[in-house]
């Protein structure tokens, strides 16, 4: 039904929409009673503070019939552009929706740098953190995420709004919120986005290019995004939103690694063993193209003996991408061949290699617990899941962590694991 003396009314494929200009609330009331709206104590009040501040209403009705015979079966956002003297977001009609929490997220497009919020705080959620692998798979990673923020408004208070995200125009509108945006040059970035998509989210401040319409001008102003999320009750946020646009132009950009490392293998001797076989193969093949040569030549022999061969190559093992033991120099003490350990107790290649083997397995293994380690406590830390059991499910989901950890750690079967957060003091 169209208010024609108040307001606007227009039928789309999926929605009835009337834009309403009452005097009073007593003539909002009645005409949204005639369209079967029963109004709350609390909704008169909302909405009779908005009318104070000479703020039209539109109500949007599902056109039932009309999205039945489509072939979506998701409803289109509704787009609504209005004139404002304050960039704010009314939402207290929104809050009278809820029995309880509702989570909001918010997605700003402004000009100059980053939007802020101007009545309440707002804090950055954590970033540049290192997790366990296995949670960082998409499929796991989507709860990891949720646990996080919701730690994270735990510890800041629901009265905090959270910044996600601030970025420069990226390559495509549709990676928006969340995408694999690059920081990309500003001329790759103008010129890959379209002009169409940028102005339907109501991005005016665009021009089009005169060589294609559908890309930016290169003296376009610049398009800054911000993402925030908010968490709230119906007793909270009383206040609307009421933001500010900075000139702020740096990036902020939650990210999290999951970084790949070599396991501590499955038993020292079977390392051993290969770690020796795969040097003495390499000092061979050295010994007999160097032999092969000198006898071409007529030269006399310069090949090294093992040992002599031996030493110039143990820096090898210390080498991140070598098949036996992938160690991280800048943690392992004896990646300088100089200050590496020689045993002048047995002349034997051989067990001089299992020597060196069982040293650099046992701190290769060191290494993987202690990243493990610190790895587990930092997810703790971030999304209160409780520490024992996020090993727990490391030890499940790793099929090579050491038996040390192993031990410690045990596989549980126990499909409720992380489910809720907790104190973690160790």
Known sequence: MAYKLLGLAETTEEFSVSTLNPQNLEQLVALLAEQDYVLSPAARDALQTYLSQGMSFVVAKVAIAEFEAGETYYLPPLQITYDSPQFELPMQLGKLNSPGE???????????????????????????ETIPTWFGRIINFIDVYRAILAQTFEETGHDTVLLESVVSLPLDPSQLPFGSMQRTSQQERRRAAAVNDWQNMGVNWISASADDSRRLSVDSADVFFTGLRLQYAPDEF??????????????????YNFDEYASAGPDIDQAAEACADNIIDQWQQRHESLLER???????????????????????????????????????????????????????????????????????????????????RTLARLTGWPLYEIRQRMTAEHRSVPESWRQQYPASDDAALLSAPVDNDS
């Open 102 to 128: 509702q989570n909001l997220s918010l997605y700003l497009l402004s000009s100059k740098g980053r939007v802020e919020i101007v009545n309440y705080r707002t804090a950055a959620i954590p970033t540049e």
């Open 294 to 376: 000198d006898r071409q030549r007529g030269e006399n022999l310069t090949s090294p003996d093992f040992l002599t061969f031996l030493r110039r190559e143990i820096a090898h093992l210390a080498d991140p991408n070598s098949r036996e033991f992938r160690i991280l120099a800048d943690a392992n003490n004896y990646a300088d061949p100089d200050n590496f350990p020689f045993f002048d107790t047995t002349e034997d290649p051989v067990e001089y290699i299992f020597h060196l083997s069982h040293i650099t397995h046992t701190q290769h293994e060191t290494e993987v617990v202690r990243r493990l380690e610190e790895e587990s």
């Open 238 to 255: 009383s206040e609307d939103l009421v933001f500010y646009e900075t000139s702020d132009p740096h990036w902020f950009e939650v990210l």
